[in-house]
């Protein structure tokens, strides 16, 4: 299984972003939790949110209420909707599934804020 994330890129403060993840290279639908982490330069990974297969959300709490989180279960894709971007959201983000075995990794797309 792979992961392909797309729609990260440059906005200004207060705007938004949709950012996708789908999975390739299974026929199955993938059970594990899906979600997003982010890295800023100079600190650590970061969860950012994470969702189950029953729709089940977990947000780090800076970014509650302006990001959502949805899977389609029936695309093996998850997304993240950024709203009311602030500069402290710059990083690299990575979406990632809970396989039977081992957690897989996307290669991570920027999201830069700034004016």
């Known amino acids: 299984v792979q992961l392909q994330a797309s729609g990260g890129g440059l906005v200004q403060p207060g705007g938004s972003l949709r950012l996708s993840c789908a999975a390739s290279g299974t026929m199955f639908r993938l059970s594990g939790d899906m979600g997003w982490y982010r890295q800023a330069p100079g600190r650590q990974r970061e969860l950012v949110a994470r969702i189950n297969f029953s729709g089940g959300t977990n947000y780090v709490d800076s970014v509650k209420g302006r990001f959502t989180i949805s899977r389609d279960n029936a695309k093996n894709t998850v997304y993240l909707q950024m709203n009311s971007l602030k500069p402290e959201d710059i990083g690299v983000y990575y979406c990632?599934?809970?396989?039977?075995?081992?957690?897989?990794w996307g290669r991570g797309t920027q999201v830069t804020v700034s004016s």
């Open positions: 990632f599934v809970d396989g039977t075995t081992k957690t897989i």
